[in-house]
């Protein structure tokens, strides 16, 4: 029983710091309605140069953090500038970044990964100075970068700026009928998205001391994932600030499910498989219990 703990403990501690990436991810699905398939190359570009840094050039874990995000963000600028100038969809846009940071991953640490075993970071610090286990501090470290980053969040799309955005996402002909320039809002989303996917990826690195350049692979179905299930999960709450939390929350829950799921003696080589199954639901069960919900209420007028 105690190590079921132990392994649920280490998915939330995950969940979270992963949750850091599907309000990255929160950005450009809901906000600016884009499914931005930067997110698996940005998120492995975080944790590679977060690793290098840390390993090869001794620089500080919190500033390799920094740089890791300041990366992220540069992938995303890629990704709008080829959606802008060249008008390319965004989708492909994604998808053309995605599989160049392939390449410019493996260039940056010569390698397919580079371990963390030997050097310290942030959460070994943490774990020297309080003597709680690196699960826990984890978790705490996690929390705490989390709550920062939606309070920021919630600050910045409430400005003139972050409202441009949201409407860009909502209304792209009004908002550029109001002079808003919606190209340089779409350039500054898929920034601060892969900016956190970045951060997220660089944490992570750190959390499990070693970085690899397949690491993002599925992140952007984790992430899509995770807003679906926060969102059943925390229906009621309508508040931008709820769905921030949702998002996290949501990514918690999925690697719970994950962490579940391998204990009850899943191969682990089937877990893409289960996390798009997991998505299929999250996306089509809300769906069909509205059309069961019209259906039963057209039937009931109708014998009225």
Known sequence: MSSFLLSIQGAVSQGVLWGIMVLGVFITYK?????DLTVDGSFALGGCVCAVLVVNKGVNPWVALLIATFAGAMAGMVTGFLH??????????????????????????????????????????????????????????GIIIAVIIIIMMYWFFGTEIGSSLRATGDNIDMIRALGVNTKFAKMLALMVSNGLVGLSGGLVCQSQKYADIGMGTGAIVIGLAAIVIGNVLMSRFRSFSSKLISAVV??????????????MGMNANDMKLLSAVIVA???????IANK?????????????
Do not use: H
């Open 292 to 304: 069961i919900k019209s259906n039963n209420s057209y039937s009931q007028g109708g014998n009225e």
């Open 31 to 35: 906000i600016l309605d884009i499914a």
């Open 250 to 263: 949501g990514c918690v829950v999925y690697f719970v499910i994950r962490a579940v799921v391998l204990r």
């Open 84 to 141: 802008n100038v060249f008008e390319i969809p965004a989708i492909l846009a994604g998808i053309l970044t995605q599989i160049g940071l392939w390449s410019v991953n493996l260039r940056i640490v010569g390698k397919s990964n580079i371990p963390l075993l030997n050097v310290s970071n942030i959460f070994t610090d943490a774990v020297s100075i309080t003597g709680l286990k690196q699960s826990q501090v984890s978790l705490i470290t």
């Open 281 to 287: 639901l999250a996306l089509g069960v809300p769906v």
